[in-house]
């Protein structure tokens, strides 16, 4: 017993000074700002970009319908990834962590598998709808060129849609997927630590 | 914000903010890393104070908060390589205590994680059924859990003194 008494009196030896309560307070408000403003600063940008394109289509005053369903897509392909990223970041963020430890691991992990579900899903979709986009958009001005131009700029930016969607996207979901998947790997040992002399 | 809230989370603040890091010191046996986590541990606290039901008592859920925030640092030790951290301030070792008080630190931070918050709680004199209810654990796996701990910190502490 003589050891336990040891340990918790060593226990208590250690101490810190108490920061000023005031410093917490004011980082919870930066925290909370800083997250706000990166929100704002998405959405500002997609719109934007929205927003350009929509001024295109007023200005060029496209004919043809391939060129306004290109255009429609694009901006759909931009909404999308938009409503997504608002809907699941503050729900990636937010977490109860006063649910027990065993609670948490689970829902943690859950979260976890549902966000490597969705970033692959997310950039499939955002990519096929971007790449359909501008070649539908492309159609109207490729099909005034001559028969030679218009192969090549197809060809042009078919090799760059491939380049991205055999090399880019792939590369990217590999790299995510592995850092996603060594977290659900050690959340799923520490909840095993949790389980396994608890059945 | 309300005023009620806002004197009981100054109480909070200075009944739990030593109990927490030493939680979190337990956890990492780092000081800054372990000021750091306590200082999370609090902004979560005083974000969710409103939604503190009485369900648990008021330890139990800080504690908790506290738990969870240490469990979860694996997920920020990959955004910060550890290389990026400030380095310890050394502090002199000064007596024979103060070696064994890092020593006891050192050993607890070694153990596997759940393992490192079982006897954090248990050295902070938190009731095994609580220690239990922060974990989501039966109170039996906390009583043997704690048993084989101690015995392990015991024997690390065996070979300290030889």
Partial sequence: MTININLKELWNEQSTVIPDQ?????KADNFRKKNLRKLVLTNILLLLTSAFIGFIWYYYQPEMITTKLGIVIVILAMIIFLCCYNLMIPELKKSDYSLSSSEYLKKLLGLKEKQKFLQTT???IYFIMLSAGIALYMYEYASRMKMLWTIFTYGLTFLWIAINWFYFRPKSIKKQDKAINELIDKF???SNQLYKEDQ | MDNNIKISFEEIYSTYW???????????NDIDKAKDLSQETFIAVWQNLSKFRNESSIGTWIFRIASNHCLRLIEKERKMPKG??????KEEINNENEGKKDFLYKSISELPETDRIIISLELEEIKQSEI???????????????????????????????
């Fill in chain 2, 132 to 162: 239990a209810e922060i974990l989501g654990l039966s109170e039996a796996n906390v009583r043997v859990r704690i048993h084989r701990i101690k015995e392990k910190l015991t024997k690390k502490f065996e070979s300290y003194d030889d």
């Fill in chain 1, 188 to 190: 799923g040992n520490l």
């Fill in chain 2, 18 to 28: 030593q109990k927490v890091f030493r939680l979190s010191m337990g956890y990492v």
């Fill in chain 1, 22 to 26: 005031k410093e917490i307070l004011e």
């Fill in chain 1, 122 to 124: 997310m950039l499939n």
């Fill in chain 2, 84 to 89: 990026d951290m400030p380095e310890d301030l």
